[in-house]
């Protein structure tokens, strides 16, 4: 876990006397670790995300040496400076002022006096401890949501640290849909750091965690529209990275209370499941429709023997004859059973509509011009989604 600039900022400013110069607007960027740098070689080396000291002891050795160095930092992802002001930088020049203000890069100033090294350490112990406070909230409410140990005792270790037991909950459920390689770690935690970057910009109450092969963001105290507000600026951010395509995402519902989320986690689960089949970037269990009925069935065969008894035999039959009847189905839906729109809708004759429908009746024994006949039609399609992801059902999108 990393915590904000603005969190650093305010325990040291006192103690420390340490001073915001410029780049206000990037208080909320999270720090990962710390560094005292004074070589601007050295800053190659950075992973991202580290807040920088230096005291400018080559400030000496070229004209322009401290507006060089803030930029070769925010240029490997540094996201602040903190400069010891003395006998090698004695003032911050104008140019380092503007570049810092308007690149959004915190730029702070320490006296000679306050040691560099005593700020180093404590702003490391702040990160360690909030890696620590976030691994233990992560790990009770996963052990609350999979009945592990006392139930009670868990919500009391929460609730020192602000998750009240009648608090609201929503779970995002995150698929990365990249290959299982050396960069995969490290493209986790680029779409972990954003998000908690996200969250602390309005809510300093994040808890992230893996479950299998997904990424789950524990939102707090957040309502729907706040919830859909927060992943809308968060897949913006995915696709300034060039992670859009790569993730899929499910959602929750927002639930109050500690010890009634297991449903709610289970649907988030779910949700994301669905929008990788369907290749939907986002799936909100509230606005999924007739796949919350479906998505409650535990017993997948039986989901998937209805599918078989009706729209598996169309797409067995596709599959063998390089038809689409499935597609035709799904049009045939649409228009409310009217051939008319499906002739219109497809650019076919009325009479090939007439004449696909009876193939599709001779396929699967369902009478289309019945209630019964479209219903079970209708809802094999949307299992499709569910239990045949590799099979093709004719366009793509929900369900119908």
């Known amino acids: 876990m990393a915590v904000s600039v603005e969190k650093l900022y305010r325990n040291a400013a006192a103690p ?22 004074e070589d601007e070689d050295a800053a190659t080396f950075l992973h ?14 070229m004209e322009g040496w401290l507006i060089h160095f803030a930029r070769s930092l925010y240029d490997v992802g540094a996201k602040a400076l903190v400069v010891n002001l003395g006998p090698h930088i004695r003032e ?19 006296p000679w006096e306050t040691r560099m090294v005593d700020m180093t350490r404590d702003f490391c112990e702040s990160i360690i401890q909030a890696e620590r406070v976030e691994m233990t909230l992560a790990s009770c409410l996963k052990n609350i949501l999979f009945h592990i140990g006392d ?23 995150v698929s990365l849909n990249s290959e299982i390689d050396e960069r995969y770690s490290q493209d986790k935690k680029v779409l972990v750091r954003q998000a908690q970057s996200l969250a602390q910009n309005g809510n300093e109450l994040f808890v992230h965690f893996e479950f299998q092969d997904f990424l789950i963001f524990v939102l707090t105290e957040y309502s729907q529209e706040d919830v859909e507000h927060y992943l809308f600026n968060y897949l913006d951010s995915m696709r300034s990275c060039g992670f859009f395509s790569k993730i899929f995402i499910g959602v929750s519902e927002v639930k109050k ?23 939907e970037q986002v799936l909100y269990y509230k606005k999924i429709g007739i796949y919350q009925l479906l998505l409650a069935v ?21 599959r063998e004859n390089g038809t689409d009847y499935i597609g035709f189905l799904k049009c045939y839906m649409r228009c409310d ?26 396929i699967t024994g369902a009478d289309l011009n019945s209630m019964e006949g479209r ?15 590799t099979r093709k059902t004719g366009g793509s999108g929900r369900g119908l």
């Open 151 to 173: 139930a009670q005792t868990q919500v009391l270790q929460m609730e020192r640290y602000g998750y009240l037991r009648d608090s609201a909950f929503c779970f995002v459920c």
């Open 257 to 279: 209370g500690l010890l009634t989320q297991e449903q709610n986690f289970q649907r988030a689960m779910k949700c994301c499941k669905l929008a990788c089949k369907m290749k």
């Open 48 to 61: 991202g995300n580290e807040l920088v000291f230096t005291a400018g002891i080559r400030s000496g050795t």
């Open 16 to 37: 420390y006397h340490m001073k915001l110069i410029a780049g206000r607007a990037g208080m909320e960027n999270l720090i990962e670790w710390v560094h005292i740098i």
């Open 337 to 362: 059973g009217s051939p008319q729109r499906v002739a219109q809708e497809l650019f076919i004759h009325r009479n090939t509509v007439n004449n696909i429908i009876k193939k599709i009746e001779t």
């Open 92 to 110: 911050i020049p104008k140019a380092v002022i503007a570049f810092c203000e308007q690149a959004e890069f915190p730029l702070f100033t320490i």
């Open 298 to 318: 535990d017993d997948r065969a039986l989901l998937e023997n209805f599918y078989e008894e009706v729209v598996g035999k169309i797409a067995a039959c596709d």
């Open 375 to 389: 219903i079970r039609c209708v809802i094999g399609l949307y299992i499709a989604e569910l239990v045949a992801p």
